[in-house]
């Protein structure tokens, strides 16, 4: 194990440092979203002409959560792979095995040396975005009288279940575990490093299909378009629920039922 950590300080340290100043970052902007009671939701991001108020914090969580959201790929490709193939294509596991070094412990020093401690780190990352995604207004739809404080959004939609709680700590530890299973099996950095990228972007895709069919029967809800009651023909983004609905398709249908394109030629341009 001491040999382990010798041999990945470097990227250890380097890649927890990351997570450190991610969480920092995350906890500050929460912190201002919360003082001010505020909402946030992600791809809010400070232009030239708008970089007042509230535009700064936002901006910091887009780019964090951003960041958690490419960060288990990434360690996957350069820590999961690069802590077996350095042994691998150097041959030093041959000199580990001759000194009474098990294949299995050879195996778990690295993931408990260097793959938990990341895990942990990414899991504490994914906590604090869990805390910034449901500051300020976001954390009430409604207040105890029942009138609506803001507009919430749901943390199974994309990318807010990928990156927050304990969700991030599970992809980042399955990233790891995949580079560095198809370094031991491939031989090779730059093989493995293609590996992965393949199965971390296809599988929980695939997964996500096969299983779908198992989730509970989704409720439909029917809302009849009225000129007379709303201040537009078309309905707001279905998307954006006072209650933190997850919703996970929606569209424009007939009076049969019939699935239909809205036709927005006729409407009056904005100026």
């Known amino acids: 194990m001491w040999a382990v950590w010798r041999q990945n300080r470097r990227s250890l340290i380097a890649t927890l440092t990351l997570i450190v100043l991610l969480t920092a970052v995350t906890v500050a902007a929460a912190v201002v979203v919360e003082q001010n009671d505020s909402t946030w939701t992600f791809g809010q991001i400070c232009s030239r002409w708008n970089d007042v108020g509230q535009c700064r914090p936002e901006t910091a969580l887009t780019l964090t959560t951003l960041f958690a959201l490419l960060l288990p790929l990434a360690l996957g490709l350069f820590v999961g792979v690069t802590a077996f193939s350095r042994d691998i294509e150097q041959r030093t596991h041959v000199l580990g095995m001759t000194q009474s070094v098990s294949r299995l412990r050879w195996y778990f020093a690295r993931v408990v040396v260097v793959f938990v401690p990341i895990t942990a780190a990414m899991v ?30 749901s943390l199974y939609d994309f990318p807010y279940f990928e990156t927050t709680g304990i969700a991030i700590g599970g992809y980042t530890l399955l990233a790891m575990l995949v580079g560095g299973t198809a370094a031991i099996f491939l031989r090779s950095t730059v093989g493995a490093m293609v590996t992965t990228v393949v199965v971390f972007l296809f599988v929980p895709v695939a997964l996500t299909l096969i299983v779908r069919e198992d989730y509970g029967d989704p409720q439909i809800e029917v809302e009849p378009i009225s000129g007379y009651a709303r201040a537009t023909e078309y309905a707001p983004n279905p998307y954006f629920t006072t209650d933190g609905t997850w919703v996970v398709a929606a569209g424009y249908v007939d009076s049969d039922g019939t699935r239909v394109s809205p036709d927005e030629s006729r409407c009056a341009p904005v100026d």
């Open 124 to 153: 504490c990352l994914g906590l604090s975005l869990r805390w910034a995604a449901t500051a300020g207004g976001n954390a009430r739809a409604f207040a105890e009288d029942g009138a609506m404080t803001g507009i919430a959004f």
